[in-house]
């Protein structure tokens, strides 16, 4: 019986080798446009689909391999004698491997100048068709989607047809690759409609890494990035030095990115621990920033990840090379602060391409049997936004701490409390039940620092109380989001300490 190879491919790759390993095997090979001529300009031979089904293709080549005689010979079952003797009446010879992969569609999408009409020519129908096809009767048919999968083919082939296993394994493969394919194109349309809180959600995710393992050791782990985004993250950060990342490493280097991001008018650094800042400052230099974000927690920044928002001078690297640090993010490094910097073979140097500003993506987090989705939080607040709301006003110098202020607590866990002064964090309370404890924490690790300084609460106060405590501290301005029964008991608090509040309407919970 003849055996027969369908081979129909946008990424060439390795193919003539891969179509002669087939020949030798005494495979015929059937084509397509593009790939047949790949392969009759390497001297092999192969049949050109419209010579099997007798069909020319039409609607420019929107329809040439649907058709019976491929799909007949896709889908039959071998030991099914009744399917046998359809193929027989109707001439169907079986197709017995399948090599193809689909139109470019997300590199088509990728390009920023991309028109509707050139995506939707680039949404392939007949391959993900005859994927699927030889899919579904795996246990006949090899189905081939990746190019690095070749060399295993043939030695299946070779050796092992008659195993079902490789078979299966290679149509999980198929039905991943147009799951994905799908999801991209599915993505792509709602964003066309701009339809949100959709009544499905497709989201698909390309692999980056296998981790070691997750937040604890006994826990299986991987990292995957989002298929078409271009944005400044860690999934397409380039890793220039030091170990691969852990789980937490991604987590804390995220958390780092995202604040940083905050200050794009100033050179600005911050230090994270556990995903929380312990020590964020602005400045005319990246050194002076690092100095500030330093300062405010020398002891938490050890094995602590760093991020930085303009690329890292020597100086800089200087400093960062006296401490013991995990991860270092950048937009880049000049080769002096890399040549110093990656003497400590595991510092892990993180170079993160494109603009230092806040994406718009939807925020997904799972939780047990589903997802939560949201908008990010984005919300920025200005001094024309604020309410002063005692008798006293904040100075300028105060309002931009509390300004600075602001732009942290909302990347601190809930409740969060922020102590700053002079562009530079100072204290910072997180994660806390509640926010006198918040406030506590913030407080003792600010000191005499807190004296005259200024503070950040994500969420209204319910009670006077923190305002009573930060009066004892020191605190002499409070920016609060408002909106509690009780505003009037913590703005009277105020003014009997001579603290100036302002309110932003606008809360900053993150659990």
């Keep these: 019986m003849t055996k027969r190879a369908l081979l129909s491919v946008s990424d060439k790759t390795n193919l003539v080798g891969f179509a002669k390993g087939l020949v030798d095997l005494g495979y015929e090979l059937i ?4 790939t047949l001529k790949k392969l009759t300009d390497n001297g092999i031979e ?29 889908l039959a079952k071998r030991d099914d004698a009744s399917h046998q003797a359809q193929l027989k009446s109707q001439g169907i010879t079986p197709i017995d491997v ?58 299946s082939l070779k050796n092992r047809y008659e195993d079902k296993t490789w078979r299966k394994a290679l149509a999980a493969k198929v039905f991943r690759h147009t799951a994905h394919y799908d999801a991209l194109i599915a993505d792509y349309f709602r964003t066309l409609t701009g339809e949100k809180d959709t009544e499905t959600l497709t989201l698909s995710y390309e692999k980056v890494q296998s981790l070691r393992y ?7 782990a991987a990292f995957y990035k989002e298929a078409n985004s271009n944005e400044a993250s860690i999934a397409h950060a380039k890793q220039l030095n030091g170990k691969a990342l852990s789980y937490n490493n991604i987590q804390d280097a995220n958390a780092a990115l995202e604040i940083v991001m905050e200050f794009d008018q100033q050179p600005a650094a911050v230090a994270v621990k556990h995903m929380n800042p312990c020590g964020v400052g602005i400045a005319d230099t990246l050194s002076d920033a ?7 927690d020398s002891i938490s920044i ?19 090379h006296g401490i013991f640090l995990e991860i270092v993010i950048a937009p880049s490094f000049s080769q002096e602060a890399f040549d110093l910097l990656a003497q400590k073979p595991n510092l892990r140097l993180l170079e993160i391409d494109g603009e230092f500003t806040q994406d718009q993506t939807d925020k997904v987090v799972s939780v047990v049997g589903g997802l939560l989705v949201q908008g990010r939080d984005n919300g920025h607040i200005t001094k024309e936004d604020l309410t002063v709301v005692t008798d006293r006003e904040p100075s300028e110098d105060e309002l931009n701490d509390l300004l600075f202020a602001w732009r942290v607590v909302k990347h601190v866990k ?54 009573e405590n930060a009066a004892k501290a020191g605190i002499k301005a409070i920016i609060q989001p408002g909106g509690s029964k009780r505003d009037q008991d913590s703005i009277d608090a105020c003014n009997k300490h001579g603290i100036a509040m302002v309110t932003t309407s606008m809360r900053h919970f993150k659990h």
Excluded: C, W
């Design 31 to 34: 084509s397509t446009g593009g």
């Design 46 to 74: 192969a049949y050109q689909v419209s010579e099997v089904t007798g069909s020319e293709e039409i609607l420019d080549g929107r329809v040439k391999t649907l058709h019976p005689i491929i799909h007949g010979g896709l």
């Design 98 to 155: 399948v090599v193809v992969n689909l139109y470019p569609f997300k590199e088509t999408i990728a390009n920023p100048n991309v028109t509707e009409a050139d995506a939707i020519e680039n949404i392939d129908i007949g391959g993900p068709t005859m994927l699927r096809s030889a899919a579904k009767n795996f246990s006949d048919v090899a189905v081939v989607v990746d190019p690095e999968d070749y060399g295993e083919v043939l030695e």
């Design 214 to 220: 997750g937040e604890n050791p006994h826990q299986d």
């Design 290 to 296: 690092f100095g500030r974000a330093y300062e405010a």
């Design 302 to 320: 050890f094995g602590g990840i760093v991020a930085l928002n303009r690329e890292v001078d020597l100086k800089t690297a200087e400093q960062l």
């Design 414 to 467: 809930s409740n969060a409390i922020v102590v700053a002064k002079d562009k530079q964090t100072l204290g910072v309370g997180a994660g806390q039940m509640n926010r006198v404890g918040a406030a506590q924490i913030a407080f003792e690790q600010a000191g005499e620092k807190a004296i005259s300084a200024s503070l950040a609460s994500d969420a209204f106060f319910p009670m006077p109380d923190t305002v």
